[in-house]
């Protein structure tokens, strides 16, 4: 059954980092249908494009590294200065690299740290000031938020940070009506989760089997239910949330014995 767009976000301005793919692409699309002006960033300009196809008219794109506070503070400005407000910020941006804890050099651990951690940090940062309104905030967390891995220690270490980062965001803006909450999913159908699991597995065929057999309900798990999830969050179905976390797994961590090595 097709989920309706009812306007949910209509006259609402929402910046989504990491917008040109994957979670992020899915997310700014679906906020532009419900009616939201979304200022959709990437490092790579070019690659929005697609993104900015689907909106309708309602998108814009925007460079921008978010391990540097200026080009994330440049977001925040855009939003403010040429749209009147910011009401919704997510923080999507992300990268997963998949080495053992002993074969991770220290570049690897920085770009980690510093864009999913630190850029988060600075998207939760200088949205807290321009939501004067009140707003929400929506971090992407993961399934490794709450459990490890046999690999990606700078990854599951990155994800775990960013829950706690949600959590104490969520104390410190309560009284300020601003939310933070994180959305936390198990293996959604991205090329970040592609290339993760066809490296360990060899086959697109594998991945459908090893997935299925991680995430017992949905195998790979459509990017549009991330953006349903985050299109709760960022109205106000959502409005007691916060500090919250919404796993959507596909039963991954409902139990540990489905999954076979
Ligand atoms: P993806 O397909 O690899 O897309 C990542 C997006 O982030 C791209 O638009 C990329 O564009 C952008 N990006 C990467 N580094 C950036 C930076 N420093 N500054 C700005 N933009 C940057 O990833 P995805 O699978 O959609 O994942 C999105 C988020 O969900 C990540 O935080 C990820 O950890 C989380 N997540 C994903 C899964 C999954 O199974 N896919 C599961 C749990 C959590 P550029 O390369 O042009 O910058």
Redesign the pocket.
Known sequence: MAVQDLGRLDGKVAIV?????????AIAVKFAEEGAHVIA????AA?LADTVAQGDGRIVGQQ????HAD?VKALVDRATNDFGALDVMVN?????LQDLLVDTTEADWDTTM???VK?TFWGVKFAIPAMKAGGSIIN?????SFAGEQTSSA?VTS?GAVLMLTKNAAAETARLGIRVNII??????????R??FEATTGSAERTEEITRMYAPLTG??P?DD?ARAALFLATEESRSMTGSSLLIDGGLLASWDHIES
């Open positions: 980092t990491g917008a040109s793919r994957g979670i992020g692409q960033a990437a490092r790579n690659d921008c590294d978010v391990q080009a999507n941006a992300g990268v997963a510093n864009t999913n850029g992407l967390g993961s399934i490794t990854y994800k936390c999913p198990g293996p959604v159908d991205t090329p970040m989760a290339v993760y790979l798990i990017t991330i």
